[in-house]
């Protein structure tokens, strides 16, 4: 998963079970600049993609999912919550 490396990097530094701060996320795509740019663009393209199995994410966020759609669904909705004014994503 090298193409996503950057991606996952700021992922785990907000959303990583030890952190789990999509504000501070949000606060920082809401900056301009090319590494938001490039952070929203890898966004979308692993919601297409769906590159990671839920079995990876924890195994990098050290965050689990019961499977890969309930994963996809919660990047969804944090991708809704940091670009297009989407309710905050509980984590349970």
């Known amino acids: 998963m090298p193409s ?3 991606w996952l990097e700021t992922m785990f530094l907000f959303c990583s079970s030890e952190v789990y701060d999509p504000n501070g996320l949000k606060s920082y795509v809401s ?6 740019a490039e952070f929203k663009n890898s ?5 297409v993609e769906r ?6 994410w924890e195994r990098e966020m050290n965050f689990s999912h019961d499977n ?6 919660f990047l969804d909705e944090l991708y ?3 670009f297009a004014n ?3 994503p509980e984590w349970d």
């Open 4 to 6: 996503y490396e950057k």
């Open 43 to 47: 966004y979308k393209e692993v919601l």
């Open 86 to 88: 989407g309710a905050y």
């Open 80 to 82: 809704q919550f940091l």
């Open 68 to 73: 890969d759609d309930d994963l996809y669904e």
């Open 51 to 56: 590159p990671f199995s839920a079995e990876d």
């Open 31 to 36: 900056r301009s600049g090319q590494p938001q």
